[in-house]
C-alpha cells in the first residue's frame, strides 16, 4: 500500500523520485512483512525517511517506540540514530515481535534494538532506569496516545522529541461524524493533539503528510 503525502500525485511521485525513500533493504521488510501475513499498516516510505532525518537532526542515542509492527520503522528510526544508539520498541503481538527481530537482526541493528512484548504501557516502566531518552515514537493503539504522551512528558530530556504517527484519524479528527469503530479514537487523538499543543510541555506542531504526523520538543 502506497501512502501519499501530497494531493497531487504528481508531486509525490517527484518527491519519490528525487529522494528515494525505500531502498532494497526496506522493500524486503515489507515483502517480509507480507509473507508472514502481517497487515501493511508500516508507515508510509517518505514518513519512514522523515523518522531517520528527524532522528539524525536530534542528534537521538536512546529512542522509544510505541507499536513496532514488523520493524519498518524502527530501522527507519536506527538508520538516524547515533552509531551506538539503542531502540527500545514495544509491540502486543508475539508474532509481529518475531518478525521484527529478524528484520533488525537482517538490519544488522540486532545488538541495537530491544523488542519489548506485550500491552505498551505496562511494559514501559521496564526500561525507565534508562532514561531520560532523546525520542519517543508512538504508533499503536490510538486510544492509548494520551497516556504515551504523559510517559514522553515524564522520561524524555528537556530538547527530546515525542511524535504521533496517525494524529488526522484518516479524517476522522474533524469529522462531525466519525465511524463508529472511531468513536473512542477521536476524543483520546484530540485530547493528545491538544496536550501536545498547548499543554505547556512541548513546543509542538503538526507535519502535514499523508497521515499527519504530530511533534514536540520538550520544554520543560
Ligand atoms: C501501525 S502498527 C506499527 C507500525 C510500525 N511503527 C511501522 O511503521 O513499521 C501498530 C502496532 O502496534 C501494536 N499495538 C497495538 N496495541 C498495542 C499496545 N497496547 N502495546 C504495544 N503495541 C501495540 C500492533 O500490534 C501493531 O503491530
Given at each position: 500500500?502506497?501512502k501519499?503525502?501530497a494531493a ?8 519519490a523520485?528525487?529522494?528515494?525513500p525505500?531502498?532494497?533493504?526496506l522493500?524486503d521488510?515489507?515483502?517480509?512483512m507480507q509473507?508472514?501475513?502481517l497487515?501493511a499498516?508500516?508507515?508510509g516510505?517518505?514518513?519512514g525517511l522523515?523518522l ?7 542528534g537521538?542515542?536512546k ?5 513496532t509492527?514488523g520493524g519498518?520503522?524502527g530501522?527507519c ?6 552509531a ?5 520498541t ?18 544488522g541493528?540486532?545488538?541495537r534494538?530491544?523488542?519489548h512484548v506485550?500491552p505498551?504501557?505496562?511494559q514501559?516502566a ?5 532514561g531520560?531518552?532523546d525520542?519517543v515514537?508512538i ?6 496516545y494520551?497516556g504515551?504522551l504523559?510517559?514522553a512528558e515524564q522520561?524524555?530530556r528537556?530538547g527530546g ?6 494524529a488526522?484519524l484518516w479524517?476522522s479528527i474533524v469529522?462531525?461524524?466519525p465511524?463508529?469503530e472511531?468513536?473512542e479514537?477521536?476524543?483520546?487523538m484530540?485530547a493528545?493533539n491538544?496536550?501536545?499543543?498547548r499543554g ?8 502535514p503528510t ?5 511533534m514536540g520538543?520538550?520544554?520543560?
Amino acid at each position: 500500500m502506497e501512502k501519499s503525502f501530497a494531493a497531487d500525485p504528481l508531486l509525490f511521485d517527484y518527491v519519490a523520485e528525487t529522494f528515494v525513500p525505500e531502498d532494497a533493504t526496506l522493500k524486503d521488510i515489507r515483502a517480509r512483512m507480507q509473507a508472514a501475513h502481517l497487515p501493511a499498516i508500516q508507515v508510509g516510505a517518505l514518513d519512514g525517511l522523515h523518522l531517520e532525518v528527524l532522528a539524525r537532526a536530534c542528534g537521538v542515542r536512546k529512542a522509544v517506540e510505541v507499536g513496532t509492527l514488523g520493524g519498518y520503522s524502527g530501522v527507519c528510526l536506527l538508520r538516524g540514530m547515533a552509531a551506538d544508539g539503542v531502540l527500545h520498541t514495544f509491540e502486543l503481538d508475539p508474532k509481529h515481535a518475531e518478525v521484527a527481530r529478524e528484520t533488525f537482526r537482517r538490519a544488522g541493528f540486532g545488538d541495537r534494538a530491544v523488542v519489548h512484548v506485550g500491552p505498551a504501557r505496562e511494559q514501559l516502566a521496564g526500561i525507565e532506569p534508562h532514561g531520560p531518552f532523546d525520542l519517543v515514537f508512538i504508533d499503536a493503539d490510538k486510544t492509548g496516545y494520551p497516556g504515551y504522551l504523559t510517559w514522553a512528558e515524564q522520561h524524555l530530556r528537556v530538547g527530546g522529541v515525542v511524535l504521533g504517527d496517525n494524529a488526522f484519524l484518516w479524517g476522522s479528527i474533524v469529522k462531525p461524524l466519525p465511524p463508529p469503530e472511531d468513536a473512542e479514537k477521536v476524543p483520546a487523538m484530540r485530547a493528545f493533539n491538544e496536550r501536545l499543543a498547548r499543554g505547556g510541555r512541548f513546543r509542538a506542531t503538526m507535519l502535514p503528510t499523508g497521515e499527519g504526523l504530530a511533534m514536540g520538543v520538550k520544554v520543560r
